[in-house]
């Protein structure tokens, strides 16, 4: 893989397969439907790192940006062909020597239960592994996550074992699920 392919284009809207969903960049105009994930029980519980203002999600969606131009990574808005954000995908530590980077998300709980992740995530992974050329993206979930781990089985992420003890919650450290796709995995 070569380094450039990314920051020499603007950053794709995905397609999401499977009834009006799209993968989009993130807009300022969205900066409350994001802050809002936040605020709901659901996703802080799995999520510590956290915005606590709308001025604080403009600074990471310029992040967001900026990760884009640097090629480390790639972070979309999941929303529905209306505009409506349902909830995030994103890439993040991509390394273009090793074609590897690591998928996370999230949705509102109006979205739950429906497969927008799933789809999400099926999407974003076809794009990474088929389009620009990764060989391997992972993803890592609490144990104790298992809605998340539902979406990583159903996207075609197999998982792979357990990271003891690897991260810090609220409630605090929890071991984590390792899943991950390959190119070609089916």
Known sequence: MLSGCLAGAPQPVIPVAGGGLLLRPWERADARAFLSAYEDEGT???????PST???VEEWFDGYRQAWEREKGCHWAVARDSGEVLGRMALR????EDGVANAAYWVLPAARGAGVASRALAAVSAWALDDIGFHRLELDH???NDASCRVATRAGY????TK???AVHDDGRHDMHLHARVRGDR
């Open 158 to 161: 197999l998982l792979e074992g």
């Open 54 to 56: 709308v001025a604080q």
């Open 93 to 96: 530590g991509v390394d273009f």
């Open 164 to 166: 003891r003890s690897s």
């Open 142 to 144: 609490s144990t104790r």
């Open 44 to 50: 802080r519980r799995w999520h510590t790192h956290r």
